[in-house]
């Protein structure tokens, strides 16, 4: 028995090491990315330990006045500057050109430290600014969580909003939302008629039926999104044909629209919707609608009583489905949406590519993560309530 | 007798237009009956009890239901009752919403539907089972609540469509009884249709044999095993022993390895092929008569089984009741045989079909 088990755990081994080297390792890096904080504590280590008795009161001691000033003169000659400043200055704008002239300066800087740095820029006889820099000495920090909600860390300690002006990220996930579920409504809306045919037709159609539905994976997103953006575009084929039939006498823009983003995602992720409300509506045993009929339930009545409870579970898988891919969605928005159309997944990748932030990109995914896990769990509860279908002991 | 409550006229049934699945057929069936339509499978009797529902069109004829054609009627304004063999209770309602379901599209006030189902849940036995799921329940009461839900809108007519095959001997006896009780308490007409002869036999008013699309004999229980009308019959309801033979005058056939047997073929005349079938249980052991050896004894209690050979055929049957006293026949002895002659049945060679 036991040595069962073992050559059973042997067999799998390779199994749970791909998913431990491929998702949980990953998965875990990336999130602990977003409360990680070491650049500080990397380029200025003698600094961060002068500032760890500082009891935040006034301005700190001479010595970390010291070693401020020459880890940054050091950093600067050996080019490792950037990544602590611009960690710096993401949390406090303007911080970047501070430690730079400090560090450019740092030969001149004599002593008592305290005083020439003040004497080169007035930030440093600021407690905040001595506040920020300890703070900033890890090894976690709550920062980009709080920023990726529009919050930061009040000077008193505690939490306040952002000011208005630089608030973005609580918008742009209601946004992500809001395009997710219409497109999962409109997705479920479209497919639940699609399923309901395929599954009632004839055998050889119902292949034919599902092998349409599949035939837009056969190109890639990108290419779905592309056709979009030509299609929709001010001089192309819907603007056009609207025109010859009349609807409207000038283009309308379209591209660049929330319209324009809804309708690509409708498109890529409608076979998502269709595919599991088919599996469970072919299931489906025509004898409940027999046994309907023969209760006296009319048309109406069957369905709405019968069929439509019954393929609930597909319904909820297909919309659950549909909301996971459209909310982590990025080619199709970028292509076709404006400015104001992108989801949380273009700024993840603004932020790892353009900005170099990896802990607010990470900060932005774990909330990403989070919001697909509620839906998840939200499937779950609401499938859990609908009976398991063919229940015939 | 009253006016039918059901009448089939003529009515053929065939999917690709040229095989019938069910040919020509006529049956009237009497208000408050139980009717059993029994026949192996592929012989029409689901077909014809669909077609009843209205789950099948029928390709030509007619059926009446008191009195008024209902083959153009949707199976939901038949108010038919119909049990599934499968039970076919909706598993996203429970038991009572289940029961609730034909009050409830027939727009039944709230209170009456609660007193309804509490009562077709007492005589279901199930009371207290109301808020439970199909699922939770074992599958002799999930019949019972799928019976309670095709009688709780009160049909006159209920149909059942092999609803105890999915059940374990001891369960279906059960609901044979309780079938039968509720049929006897409310007066409504039940047909039933299965494959199973002695749950036929022991539940129907009539019986109605379906062999090939059509009726072969329909009758009471007692008529259809002691009075086949035909070879089918005889062979599909009970055992029977079954010799090809030839008249040979009007007292006696001839089977095909010589031997005489004495009956009286009525309606045959001399020199015309038969089928003789003979019962296991009227072939008598004597002390004198015609010889045939045993191959086999199976002892069943309160009967024992003799295979026997006789008149050339290797399974020749014979039952011979366990009596005080007497040894059972041994394998390798020979018994003697005294068949009366009324316990012959002479059938036509060619199976009875038009």
Redesign the interface.
């Known amino acids: 028995m036991r040595r069962t088990n073992w050559l059973a755990a042997l067999l799998i081994a390779p199994l749970m090491l791909l998913i431990l080297g491929s998702f949980l390792l990953p998965v875990g890096f990336a999130l602990f990315t977003a409360v990680a904080d070491r650049e500080v504590a990397a380029t200025l280590p003698r600094t961060r330990a002068a500032l760890a008795a500082w009891d935040g009161v006034g301005l700190p001691p001479e010595p970390a006045f010291a070693a401020m000033a020459q880890e940054l003169g050091q950093a600067l000659e050996d080019r490792r500057i950037g990544d602590m400043a611009q960690r710096l200055n993401f949390e406090r704008t303007g911080m970047r050109g501070l430690l730079l002239r400090t560090a450019r300066a740092a030969g001149r800087l004599e002593a008592p430290y305290a005083a020439s740095m003040v004497a080169l820029d007035a930030r440093w006889g600021e407690g905040d600014t001595w506040l920020l820099v300890q703070r900033a000495g890890g090894p976690v920090t709550p920062l980009y969580l709080l920023r990726a909600m529009d919050l930061q860390r009040a000077p008193g300690g505690g939490v306040q909003a952002v000011a208005a002006e630089e608030a973005l990220y609580r918008q742009l996930f209601w946004r992500t939302l809001g395009i997710s579920l219409a497109v999962t409504a409109l997705c479920v809306l479209l497919a639940y008629p699609v399923a309901y045919t395929i599954a009632k037709l004839s055998a050889p159609w119902s292949a034919v039926a599902l092998m349409l539905v599949l035939i837009p994976f056969w190109s890639s997103v990108l290419v779905r999104s592309t056709a979009w953006f030509v299609l929709l575009q001010r001089e192309g084929p819907v603007n056009q044909a609207m025109m010859a039939l009349g609807l409207i006498d000038a283009p309308v823009q379209v591209v660049g629209t929330r319209i324009a983003v809804v309708v690509a995602l409708v498109h890529v992720l409608l076979p998502f919707a269709v595919l599991p409300m088919h599996s469970v509506m072919k299931r489906l045993d025509g004898i409940y609608l027999r046994a309907a009929a023969s209760l006296g339930a009319n048309g109406v009545q069957r369905f709405l009583r019968v069929y439509l409870p019954m393929s609930m579970p597909g319904v909820l898988a297909g919309a659950a489905m549909v909301f996971l891919l459209a909310v982590g969605m990025y080619t199709a928005p970028a292509l076709v949406g404006g400015d104001r159309d992108q989801m949380v997944a273009w700024f993840i990748a603004y932020f790892m590519n353009r900005e170099v932030n990896w802990g607010m990109a990470a900060a932005l995914s774990a909330y990403l993560l989070a919001m697909t896990g509620a839906a998840i769990g939200l499937a779950r509860v609401l499938t859990g309530g609908v009976a398991t279908i063919g229940g015939r002991a | 007798m009253s006016a039918p409550i059901v009448r089939f006229r003529g009515v053929s049934k065939s999917y690709d237009g040229r095989t019938p699945v069910v040919a020509g057929l006529d049956l009237d069936i009497a208000r408050g009956e139980f009717l059993t339509l029994l026949g192996p499978s592929g012989s029409g009797k689901t077909t014809t009890l669909m077609m009843l ?3 099948e069109d029928p390709s030509s004829g007619s059926i009446e239901l008191e009195g008024k054609r209902i083959d153009t009627v ?9 049990v ?1 063999q ?7 309602m429970t038991v009572a919403r289940n029961l609730a ?2 009050l409830s ?2 727009g039944t006030s709230r209170a009456e539907i609660t007193t309804r189902i509490a009562k077709a849940l007492e005589m279901v036995r199930l009371s207290g089972f109301g808020d439970r ?3 939770q ?3 002799g009461q ?1 019949q019972r609540v799928a019976l309670a ?2 009688l709780i ?1 009160s049909p006159s007519l209920v149909l059942m469509d092999e609803p105890l095959g999915a059940l374990d001997k001891q369960l279906r006896e059960e609901l044979q009884l309780e079938i039968r009780r509720i049929h006897a308490t409310l007066g409504v007409t039940i047909v039933y249709v299965t494959h199973d002869q002695s749950e036929a036999l022991t539940m129907s008013d009539r019986i109605a044999v379906f062999e090939g699309g059509r009726i072969q004999q329909l009758g009471s229980a007692d008529a259809i095993y002691e009075r086949p009308a035909n070879a089918f019959v005889a062979g599909f309801i009970g055992e029977n022993n079954r010799m090809e033979a030839v008249v040979a005058d009007s007292t006696t056939l001839r089977l095909s390895d010589g031997t005489m047997l004495a009956t009286a073929p009525h309606g045959f005349s001399a020199g015309e092929r038969v089928i003789a079938c003979i019962r296991p249980e009227k072939v008598h052991l004597a002390e004198a008569g015609q010889r045939a050896p045993v191959t086999e004894v199976v002892y069943l209690g309160d009967h024992c089984r003799l295979r026997l050979s006789y008149a050339g055929l290797p399974d020749f049957f014979a039952k011979r009741p366990s009596l005080d006293g007497v040894a059972l026949p041994q394998v390798g002895e020979a018994v003697f045989l005294a068949i009366p002659p009324t316990a012959v049945m002479v059938f036509r060679a060619t199976p009875h079909r038009e």
């Not at chain 2, 499968?86 to 996203?92: C, D, E, V």
């Open positions: 529902a209205g789950f949707p199976p939901h304004k038949r108010g038919i009752g119909v599934f499968n039970y076919a209770l909706f598993p996203h379901f034909p599209v027939r799921r199909p699922q329940l074992s599958g999930q839900r095709a809108f």
